[in-house]
């Protein structure tokens, strides 16, 4: 696999790196910069007719580029144009946009390019535990993203720091309190009742808020130890910074 940087959006691009395509229908899960990721897919790919839309719930999008659709009658009578379209219902107890009913979303994908799917919530938190009904991945999807970083590593496992705290210390054998540690994310990620457990389609793992030459480093002998242990589960392994829009794959 090759480590050369991916910079520029003309030579290479997270699209190119997850094998996005006319037709790709993109879930993504896990912890630690979801909702930024589809956004930065969504704007390499507004030359096409792009489709954002939670299937669990997520923050509405309020941008002059994104069409926003926060009604179910509002998201079926519109019209895929070229460019980004947000579509969900509002629910304004909680400011959330919330998931359209499965067979809509299921009539409304093909009508689109590209469709990305937030399948997952973690309340801003860097761990998680899945509940039976999590991550909510449609059956039709071709790509599932898991999204991670390594900012709880070193932590005590306890509420301020993992979603679903009870279902979290029985996915990796720990008690509340205990510090996570490198093999306890690689747990939460990799097991059968991990992040991936319902995952449709080709999978990849992205790491995450790799900032400078330390992140990168330890994002590197991380995925690296991943590839050894499980070589035949990822299509791809990426490290790289939604904030700086620079990825690499191991």
Not at 49 to 77: A, M, N, W
Not at 148 to 177: C, Q, R, W
Request: glycine share 6%; with cysteine; aromatic share 6%.
């Amino acid at each position: 696999m090759s480590t050369e940087s991916i910079t520029n959006p003309e030579t290479g691009s997270i699209s190119k790196l997850l094998n996005i395509n006319i037709g790709s229908i993109i879930a993504v899960v896990g912890c630690g910069g979801k909702t930024s990721l589809i956004e930065q897919i969504a704007k390499e790919n507004d030359d096409k007719k792009v489709l954002i839309s939670p299937t669990t719930k997520t923050l509405p999008i309020f941008s002059e580029e994104v069409i926003l659709c926060d009604t179910l009658k509002k998201s079926v009578r519109h019209k895929p144009v070229t460019g980004v379209q947000c579509l969900g219902q509002y629910n304004e107890r909680n400011g959330k946009l919330e998931a359209l009913p499965e067979n809509i979303l299921k009539e409304l994908a093909p009508l689109y390019d590209i469709v990305l799917m937030e399948a997952d919530g973690s309340r801003w938190l860097p761990c998680k535990g899945w509940l039976e009904d999590e991550p909510v991945i449609p059956p039709y999807s071709t790509h599932t993203v898991g999204v991670v970083t390594m900012d709880a590593v070193g932590k005590a496992a306890t509420e301020d720091i993992v979603h679903h705290l009870p279902e979290f210390l029985s996915l990796a054998d720990l008690n509340k309190g205990e510090i996570i540690t490198e093999q306890v994310l690689e747990d939460m990620i990799c097991l059968e009742k991990g992040m991936f457990k319902n995952s449709i389609g080709l999978k990849y793992l992205l790491v995450n808020k790799t900032e400078d030459e330390a992140d990168i480093n330890i994002a590197i002998t991380f995925l690296n130890n991943i590839k050894k242990k499980y070589p035949n589960d990822f299509e791809r392994l990426i490290y790289g910074s939604i904030r700086r829009k620079t990825w690499q794959e191991v």
